[in-house]
């Protein structure tokens, strides 16, 4: 079963082994583009401070784990990653120097950390939100030329679209897109298909119903929709992004006024997603797209 | 502003005088017919119209359905059913009953502080439930089930605190201590409540959501939970909006007139409060409602509580039905956050009531 393979696979993206401790080889310095410009990067990182869960993940996917210092208090993966309270959302740049970091990684470009940071002569990579699988891809060569494994990166890389594609071959797909209801909370705020985690359901043949919000698009594809638009769109799958931030599963969905009446609840097409998966653009998209892939097999709709 | 409130409010309620003592009954009907017709209409316009279209048949089916004993049935499909009476019905009461109170709280705190700007969050109201939701949301575990509660208790026991804290500042300076307790203890709360929002930054969109204020995702459980609060505290205003009338002239005046000042202030704070506290726990915290709407009902129907305190009310109710019709279905199927529109609508609105009366009569917001 092609399915299985493909979590088989995923699992193994996780936990890169003796393959990935063979240094690539990469000669420092190196110049390396980041979405702050073009970055210097004197000698291989070996304390690297990492303030963004993604690039956290990514780096020790591409099996740069043991040269990372210290990751930011909502880096919660790998568990082995050295948790600090320091915050990416907020960077104190003196907390970060105290690490004595020779690469500091963002998510969010903090005004004027990255050159407070320049000036105490620390390179700093800037990593937003891919917008795309692409730059999600060139976010992990980025990473790896900067760090010194540029191999492990192509070769991860390669990883995930061979897996991707096995998985959206797994895929049954009817010939009119099936539609979703993305949740992002209990207050209905939801995401388009053109943001990146509605472009990788995309790849499974999904459509979100927030593609009707037509002003969402502008504001970055992550709209608040109605309740009544929502039960009147009778979504074909409902997927929660916020089981952990909120609780929600199934059963509290179901219990909403009206939501019983849903062709999605009736018939138990409401998946469960992990919300830090959901919300990252990282190494384990895989598995979301694998437990996605699952639940349009075993519950298709028709 | 809290120093020139006092010294302003007894010249022109000379002006008003003999309107306000006038021959009531009609003056006090006028308005609040003219007021319930507005409301009327924009709640059929508002049942009606969503981002769903909804045939007024089948929406006119549904309601009936909904009248016990009439056994009506309907051909509506069952999520028309659901979106009519499930989600807009449940929107439209509880939007009702939050703008009913916000300005009817806003109209009787005007009235007790003599202050033009006094709305139903001074003595902090907003910053304690907006506190209280903050710690359910970071402390209280996943489903935000308490939510209403924590707020409640947030708010209410904010204005206690600047009550006591505002009246051992004296009896002689009473509303501007109070007030200038309200603004200390608002500040206190807000900063702990923005700390707190930091530190937790991943819950960072449910604190905002709640702050901003919505009814998204109202239901007829909301509104049974405010319900009894709402009814309370509009019997008591109402029953307190002569005493408000007696109160514009003075303290002692009105010691002279047999009404016991201190403990008329303390019902009518107490009875705003819990009111406001109720509404604001299910809304969340909506802006503007309690300042403009009782300042529009006064400078267009009259001066008098007799007719502010009513007539807001309904103005209130009108006022965010309406607003929360147009955040629903401005930008649809997605929401506009409703203190968005309040502001939006109701800032310019109030404006053009504000210069229009002003040139009609040379009378102003300070007159109350």
């Known amino acids: 079963m092609p399915l299985v393979t493909a979590l088989a696979a995923a699992a193994a993206v996780l936990f890169p082994g003796a393959a990935a401790s063979a240094a690539s080889g990469t000669a420092f310095p190196v110049k390396v583009r980041a979405a702050n410009g073009s970055v210097s990067i004197p000698a291989r990182p070996t304390a690297i401070v990492s303030l963004s869960p993604t690039a956290t993940e990514m780096l020790y996917a591409i099996g740069a784990g043991s040269q990372v210092k210290a990751v930011d208090e909502y880096s919660d993966y790998p568990p082995s990653a050295p948790h600090t309270n320091l915050d990416g959302d907020d960077p104190n740049v003196e907390a970060i120097a105290s690490y004595k970091p020779d690469l500091v990684v963002l998510s969010d470009e903090a005004p004027g950390v990255d050159s407070q940071l320049g000036e105490l002569g620390i390179p700093v990579l800037s990593d937003p939100a891919a917008a795309n699988l692409a730059q999600e891809y060139a976010q992990f060569m980025e990473l790896g030329e900067a760090t010194g494994h540029e191999a492990q990166a192509s070769a991860e890389v390669a990883k995930i679209k061979g897996q991707i594609s096995a998985i959206v071959k797994s895929v049954h797909k009817s010939a009119k897109p099936l539609t979703y209801y993305y949740e992002l909370d209990q207050t209905y705020y939801s995401a388009t298909s053109s943001t990146f985690i509605g472009q990788v359901l995309g790849l499974l043949g999904l459509r979100s119903i927030a593609d009707a919000a037509k002003g969402a698009a502008a504001s970055g594809g992550y709209p608040q929709l109605s309740g009544e638009f929502i039960l009147k769109s009778d979504p074909r799958y409902i997927f929660l992004a916020d089981t952990i931030c909120c609780g929600q599963s199934p059963a509290t969905v179901a219990a909403r006024p009206g939501w019983s009446d849903l062709t999605a609840v009736k018939d138990g097409r409401v998946l469960k997603l992990n919300d830090d998966i959901a919300s990252r653009w990282g190494p384990r998209i895989v598995i979301l797209l694998s437990e996605v892939a699952a639940e349009l097999q075993q519950h298709p709709a028709s | ?368």
């Open chain 2, 1 to 368: 502003m809290t120093a020139t409130a006092p010294a302003r409010a007894t010249e022109p309620v000379a002006v008003d005088a003999p309107e306000v003592r006038g021959p009531g009954a009609r003056r006090t009907w006028v308005p609040m017919v003219v007021a319930a017709s507005i409301m009327i209409v924009i709640s059929l316009v508002s049942v009606c119209v969503g981002p769903v279209s909804v045939p007024p048949s089948q929406v006119l089916g549904t309601l009936l359905a909904h009248v016990p004993l009439l056994h009506f049935h309907t051909s509506t499909p069952p999520i028309d059913q659901a979106i009519v009476w499930q989600l807009r019905m449940p929107r439209i009461v509880l939007a009702g009953l939050v703008g009913a109170m916000l300005a009817a709280g806003g109209a009787a705190y005007q009235g007790i502080f003599r202050n033009p700007l006094a709305d139903p969050y001074l003595l902090g109201v907003a910053a304690g439930a907006g506190l209280g939701a903050t710690i359910e949301i970071v402390y209280g575990g996943d489903s935000s089930t308490f939510l209403p509660i924590f707020a409640f208790v947030g708010g209410s026991l904010a204005v206690a605190a600047t009550y006591l804290i505002g009246v051992a500042g004296g009896r002689r300076a009473w509303g501007r201590s109070i007030v200038l307790a309200g603004v200390a203890v608002a500040a206190l709360l807000t900063a702990i409540q923005t700390y707190l929002q930091q530190r937790d930054a991943e819950q960072i969109r449910q604190i905002y959501n709640w702050i901003l204020g919505s009814f998204s995702v109202a239901s007829w459980s909301d509104v049974t939970l405010i319900l009894p609060y709402v009814v309370v505290s509009a019997a008591v205003l109402l029953a307190h909006r002569r005493m408000l009338d007696v109160l514009r002239v003075g303290e002692e005046e009105a010691g002279t007139l047999g009404i016991h000042a201190a403990r008329t202030r303390l019902i009518v704070v107490a009875a705003a409060t819990l009111g406001t506290a109720a509404a604001v726990s299910v809304s969340g915290l909506i802006g503007f409602v309690g300042i403009i709407v009782a300042h529009t009902v006064r400078l267009t129907a009259g001066a008098s509580y007799r007719i502010i305190v009513p007539v807001s009310m309904i103005a209130g109710a009108a006022f965010l039905i309406g607003a929360d019709l147009i955040a629903r279905t401005v930008e649809a199927p997605a929401e506009v956050p409703i203190g968005v529109v309040t502001a939006c609508i109701g800032a310019p609105f109030f404006l053009f009531v504000l210069v229009s009366r002003r040139a009609a009569r040379g009378v102003g917001v300070g007159d109350t």
